[in-house]
């Protein structure tokens, strides 16, 4: 933060900060962006909350684009430390192709940018060892992929949140079909970042703008919107987090009753959903 957001910050909110920096839970470190890629605590966070709201003990998260696999290696550390105070364990997995980008072509796989080959997964072997028994990695295109992993899921560990960091429009459309299983398999809402979404090229026809543009025109019950939680934090990272909204999930069709609501809240701290 720079010291001039620092000195016209509310004294209380910099008196949280500084306990967040010293003493502070995971919750509190992730509040002020403390953590390292804080828009994964952010949404593992989100998963594990409301996976725990509705009477889940486990929830999936996926990371679509590892390469040599910085980011999830960072997801299974931030995994273990929120499944530590939260209670809800984590299912991990990462998607590549494994080569690097697959074939780039025609201006909404912004070929000014990037193209096939970009990003391989050079340490494959390393990568595989290091995950073992932490995290799931499928290798190969997503589209070939994508549908078996969304057989192999289950109501009892509902998909919270997905990263996807796969630079080019075609494989974050293919990325995005994750999300069109059973819809007892998600969470009634599930938190996504996209990270190539804020550049100066970047826009609604090429991209992953594009795959969320077309993502929405294409399912009735399964809507890409921008995250309209309440935050204080200034952090260019959450313009990029995103919600994918289950309309057709059984919870957001059907009211629950007061006692429902109270058994399910299991504890977490008010204001958890804004």
């Not at 502070?24 to 594990?48: D, F, H, M, N, W």
């Not at 073992?132 to 919270?160: M, Q």
Request: some cysteine; hydrophobic content about 35%.
């Amino acid at each position: 933060m720079k010291l001039s957001q620092i000195l016209l910050e509310p004294l209380y909110h910099y008196l949280k900060r500084v306990r967040a920096v010293t003493i502070g839970t995971i919750r509190q470190k992730e509040e002020y962006s403390l953590l390292v890629r804080p828009q994964y605590a952010y949404g593992l966070l989100k998963a594990a909350d409301i996976a725990k709201y509705f009477g889940k003990r486990k929830t999936t998260v996926c990371e679509f684009g590892v390469a040599t696999g910085n980011g999830l290696y960072n997801m299974i550390d931030l995994a273990e430390k929120i499944s530590s105070e939260t209670g809800v364990e984590f299912r991990i997995v990462g998607f590549d192709t494994g080569e690097g980008l697959p074939e780039v072509y025609g201006y909404k796989n912004h070929p000014e940018f990037w193209a096939q080959g970009d990003y391989p997964m050079t340490n494959k072997e390393k990568l595989i060892e290091k995950i073992e028994n932490r995290a799931e990695l499928i290798l190969g295109d997503i589209k070939n992929t994508v549908n078996s992993f969304i057989n192999s899921c289950d109501p009892t560990a509902p998909i919270g949140f997905i990263s996807v960091d796969v630079d080019i429009y075609t494989s974050a459309k293919d990325s995005l079909n994750c999300l069109l299983g059973s819809p007892e398999i998600y969470n009634p809402a599930v938190s996504i970042y996209f990270d190539d979404i804020t550049h100066f090229f970047a826009n609604k026809w090429c991209g992953e703008l594009a795959a969320i543009e077309e993502f929405n025109n294409e399912n009735e019950f399964r809507k890409i919107d921008q995250d309209r939680s309440q935050r204080h934090t200034e952090k260019k990272w959450f313009e990029k987090m995103y919600t994918c909204h289950i309309l057709d999930h059984d919870v957001r069709n059907k009211p629950q009753s007061d006692n429902q609501i109270r058994s399910m809240y299991s504890g977490l701290p008010i204001g958890v959903f804004k």
